[in-house]
Nanobody, 125 residues
């Protein structure tokens, strides 16, 4: 069983930056593509970004394009999300997700098999 644990969330001000991390419980090659999703209060979970196994391909939601950057370090079983120019609209619980299948550029949560517990990001105005 794969476990994903996010960290790095917190309370920041508009314009600040944060880096989220997600560590897989063990070296498990069943994880291929990985991604980040978020869920704001009263809203459905939405796609943020995804990355291929080797990091050569990635995709972003339009709302974060140019501000957020996804990366991974397979040697450390860690996924990252660098978030810049944060705004109150970015306030949400951020979830790390892992897929057993190859990266496809999908935005669908249904394509992911493993999920972290989430980390809260709050951006004050």
């Amino acid at each position: 069983q794969v476990q994903l644990v996010e960290s790095g969330g917190g309370l920041v001000r508009t314009g600040d930056s944060l880096q989220l991390s997600c560590v897989a419980s063990a070296r498990d090659f069943s994880i291929n593509a990985m991604g980040w999703f978020r869920q704001a209060p009263g809203k459905e979970r939405e796609f943020v970004s995804a990355i291929s196994f080797r990091g050569g391909a990635s995709i972003y939601a339009d709302s974060v394009k140019g501000r957020f950057f996804i990366s991974r370090d397979n040697g450390k079983n860690t996924l990252f999300l660098q978030m810049n120019s944060l705004s109150p609209e970015d306030t949400a619980v951020y979830y790390c997700a892992g897929s057993k299948t190859r990266y496809s550029g999908s935005h669908s949560a249904d394509d992911y098999d493993y999920w972290g517990q989430g980390t809260q990001v709050t951006v004050s105005s």
